[in-house]
C-alpha cells in the first residue's frame, strides 16, 4: 500500500487555517524550531509534512487556542504521541454533566469534589474563601454542584502551573464586573412588570453575555500571542 502522500508548509497552512484562521508558515517554522514538530526534506531541503505531523500541528494549536498552554506543557503531552492517540483534556461542559443532569444539582460533598478535581480539601476551601465555587450548606454539610466540579478542575489546571488560589480570585471579580456590566443594562427592563420587558431583558442579556465571552476570547488570544512570540 502506497504511503499518503506529503504536503508543503503553504499546503499544510492552507489545510488548517479555517480552524486556526491566524495560522501562518512563520508559526509554523517556529514550532518546528522548537522541536514541536519534526517534518521531513525533500532532497531539495523542502519540508514535507506527513499527517501525523499535520495532526500533531492540529494538536499543538489546539491546546494553545482552547487551553492557553504553553509550548512547554504541550510539549510534555506530545511526548506521549508516539505511545498512543493524543491525550485528551476534558472540556468544562463534559465535567459539568458528570453530577446530574442539572450543573445546579447539589451532589457533591467536600471529600467528593477534592477527589474528582484532583485537588486537596483545603485547596477546594481555598477556593471557597476566594468566592470560585459557592456550596450550599445541608443539615451541616457542604454540597457542590457539578458546575462547582467544572470550575476546581479548571482551577487545578492554573494551580498545577504555578498559581494559588488568592490568584485567581481576581477572575471571579472579573467575571462579576462583566455581569454587573451587563445587568446595568437590563435594570429597567427587569422592574417593568410586563412578560414583554421581561423577555426583552433576558434576550438581551443573553446577546451581552455571548459577545463579552467571544471578546474576552479575542482578547486573551491577542494577549496571549505576545507571551508565545517572546518564548
Not at 517554522?29 to 517534518?39: A, D, K, T, Y
Not at 451541616?140 to 498545577?160: H, M
Not at 472579573?174 to 443594562?185: P, Q, T
Request: aromatic fraction near 4%; charged fraction near 30%; glycine fraction near 4%.
Amino acid at each position: 500500500m502506497n504511503a499518503a502522500p506529503s504536503v508543503s508548509i503553504g499546503r499544510v497552512t492552507d489545510l488548517l487555517r479555517e480552524e486556526f484562521p491566524d495560522l501562518t508558515t512563520s508559526k509554523v517554522r517556529f514550532l518546528e524550531s522548537r522541536g514541536m514538530i519534526r517534518p521531513a526534506r525533500s532532497p531539495a531541503g523542502y519540508r514535507q509534512f506527513n499527517q501525523d505531523d499535520i495532526q500533531r500541528l492540529r494538536f499543538i494549536l489546539q491546546r494553545q487556542r482552547d487551553h492557553f498552554l504553553p509550548l512547554k506543557v504541550i510539549k510534555s503531552q506530545l511526548a506521549e504521541w508516539s505511545q498512543g492517540p493524543a491525550p485528551a483534556i476534558e472540556e468544562p461542559e463534559a465535567a459539568e454533566s458528570e453530577a446530574g443532569s442539572s450543573p445546579d444539582d447539589y451532589a457533591l460533598e467536600l471529600q467528593e469534589i477534592a477527589a474528582r478535581a484532583d485537588l486537596s480539601r483545603k485547596q477546594i476551601r481555598q477556593l471557597m474563601t476566594h468566592n470560585l465555587i459557592k456550596p450550599r450548606e445541608e443539615h451541616g454539610v457542604a454540597k457542590f454542584t457539578s458546575r462547582d466540579l467544572a470550575i476546581a478542575r479548571q482551577c487545578r489546571v492554573l494551580i498545577d502551573q504555578g498559581l494559588e488560589p488568592r490568584h485567581l480570585r481576581m477572575i471571579r471579580n472579573a467575571a462579576v464586573r462583566h455581569i454587573e456590566l451587563i445587568g446595568g443594562l437590563t435594570v429597567a427592563m427587569r422592574r417593568n412588570r410586563s412578560p414583554e420587558a421581561r423577555r426583552h431583558a433576558a434576550e438581551t442579556t443573553r446577546r451581552g453575555v455571548e459577545a463579552l465571552r467571544r471578546l474576552n476570547d479575542l482578547l486573551f488570544l491577542a494577549e496571549v500571542r505576545t507571551i508565545l512570540d517572546e518564548d
